[in-house]
C-alpha cells in the first residue's frame, strides 16, 4: 500500500473526529455564543439534526456529519454550507489531537488557517470541544498486541519553513503479520512535547501505553533520543 494511503487511513477516524468537533463547537457558538440582543434572539434557535457530507480534506475525501440549526442560519468556518473543502483545519491534525497540548498555543495556530475575522472565543471553544472530544480516545484500551512501534516527532512549519506551534509524539503500532504477510496499523497515541521538561514527556508516553495495557512490545522504531531510548527500556526492558 502506498505510503500516503497508509497515512490517509491512519488519520481518517481522527480527522472526523476534530472536524466534527469543531462544527459542533461552532455551532454552540452560533446558538448560544452571543451576549448581544442578537446573541439572545438566537438562544430561540435550536439544533436540529445533521446531515452528511463528503468533504476534501489533505488526508483525501472525508464523510462528515454536518449540524444543522432549525432556523438555516448556521455558516460555518470550518466548512461553509456550499464548499466542499475543509478550510485548513485538516493541517492541525496532530497538534489539536496531541494530549496535554497547550490550550493557548491551539488557539493561536487555529487563528493561522480560520479567516481573519473568527472570534478568539470561537477558537477556543473549538480547542476545548476538541479536547473533550478526544478524551475517550486518548484513554482507551488497546486490545491488540503491537510487537512492533513506530514513533515518530513531527513539528508544524510555516511557509516560510518556520516552526509553529509546539512538537508532536505520535505512536503507531503494528501487529505480527497474518498469514497472507498483511499487518495491521493503528495510531495508538498523541501527546505535546515540551522540550524543556527533559526525560518527563518521554515517560509520560511510555506510562500512558502501559497503563492502557499496551503489551506484547518487541522493538520500538524512530527517535533516536537517548531520553526515549531510555524510557523505553524502563517500560519494555525487552525491546530493541
Known sequence: MPQHKKKSALLAELATTVITA????????????????????????????????????????????????????????????????????????????????????????????????????????????????????????????????????????TGQGQPAGFPVLSVVGATSPDPGGRQHRELLSLHAVHADRGQEPWRAVVSDLRRRQLRGVQSVVGVASEQFRAAVMGGWPLAS
Open 22 to 157: 469543531a462544527l459542533d463547537a461552532e455551532l454552540q457558538e452560533h446558538l448560544h455564543g452571543g451576549r448581544s440582543e442578537a446573541g439572545r434572539l438566537r438562544q430561540r434557535n435550536s439544533r436540529n439534526g445533521s446531515r452528511a457530507k463528503t468533504v476534501r480534506t489533505l488526508i483525501g475525501p472525508l464523510t462528515i456529519e454536518v449540524p444543522r440549526d432549525r432556523w438555516g442560519t448556521f455558516d460555518p468556518m470550518t466548512i461553509g454550507k456550499w464548499q466542499r473543502e475543509v478550510i485548513g483545519i485538516d493541517r492541525l491534525l496532530l497538534p489539536l489531537a496531541a494530549k496535554n497540548a497547550p490550550h493557548q498555543e491551539i488557539v493561536s495556530l487555529l487563528s493561522q488557517v480560520y479567516p481573519s475575522h473568527a472570534p478568539q472565543r470561537t477558537l477556543g471553544r473549538i480547542a476545548e470541544t476538541t479536547r473533550a472530544r478526544l478524551a475517550g480516545w486518548h484513554d482507551r484500551t488497546l486490545d491488540a498486541q503491537f510487537p512492533v512501534l513506530h514513533v515518530h516527532v513531527s513539528t508544524l512549519r
